[in-house]
C-alpha cells in the first residue's frame, strides 16, 4: 500500500532562508521559486508548502497540513489545537529571543499595564493582547495594526503598541519605551494531532525533528583535529573538551599521535594557544552538519 505523504508547511518571511538552511544541514534540499508556493525537496514522503507564519497553526489544526514550523506567539493567538513536538531556536537575526512588549512614548506617564485602563493600544496580535489585559482585569482597547505600528504612538493614533522586538532598539530609536514584557516566544515545530497518530506520519515527523534538532546542535559545535608528539598527549587531551573523550590514534610508524575531538565553538579561540604552547601541531577546524 502506498503511503500518503508527509505534508509540511514551512514560513515565509524572514525565516524562510533560515529554514532552508537548517533543512540542508539536517539533509534535505529545498528549491524555493518565487512564484510558487509549493517548494521543491529532494524526499519522495514529504509535500511541503510555504505560508506566513500567522497563518500556519490554524491550517496544521485543521488538518490541511500534517506538521509545520511557526512561532509560538501566532499559535496562542490563533488559539490553536497542536502538538507542539519542540522548539527550534534558529533565527541568525539576533542571540535574543524574540519577546512581544508594551511600549509607549518615551515621555508619556504610563509604566505599567494598569495605567493603560480605558485607552487604545495597537498590536498585530490582537487576540492574545486582548486576553492578556482581560484576564488582569485591565479594560483597554485592542486594534489591529497593518504596519508602521510604531508610529502610531508618536501621531497620537494610539496611546501604546504591543509589539515583537529582539533588542528593543527600533522601538528606542522611534522615541518609545518598553513598560512591560508580555510574551518571550520561539519557532515551533508542531503537527496536526489526528496525523501524529497515523504510525508512517508520526514517524516521519519524529526523523525531521531529530535531524533538525541535531543540525541545530551542530551550529553550536566544531571538530578539532591535530596531532602531537607521545610526551605533550596527556597534556593536549586534558585541554580538550569533548562530547565523551577525545579520539586518539598513533601515526604509522612514529611516536606521535592524532587527536580529534568535539569541542564547543565558544571555547575554541582560547583553547587552541594551549594547545599550541602544549605541543600539539597541525591543528585544523571544520563545522559539522549534525550531531547526534
Known sequence: MTKEPLKLVIPKGSLEQATIDLFKRAGWNISISPRNYFP????????????????????????????????????????????????????????NPARWVLAVDGESRYNAPEDLAGKRIATELVKFTQRYFAERNIPVEVEFSWGSTEAKVKEGVVDAIVDVTETGSTLRANGLRIIHHLLTTNTQFIANRKAYEDPFKREKIEQIHMLLQAALEARKMVMLKMNCPKESLDTVVSLLPSLDAPTVAGLYKSDWFAVESVVSEEVVRSIIPKLLRAGARGIIEYSLNKVL
Open 40 to 95: 521543491s525537496v529532494d524526499d519522495d514522503e514529504i509535500i511541503m508548502a510555504r505560508l506566513r507564519a500567522q497563518e500556519i497553526s490554524r491550517y496544521v489544526e485543521a488538518g490541511t497540513f500534517d506538521a509545520g514550523l511557526t512561532g509560538k506567539d501566532w499559535i496562542l493567538e490563533n488559539g490553536s489545537d497542536v502538538k507542539v513536538i519542540d522548539d527550534l531556536v534558529y533565527s541568525k537575526v539576533s542571540q
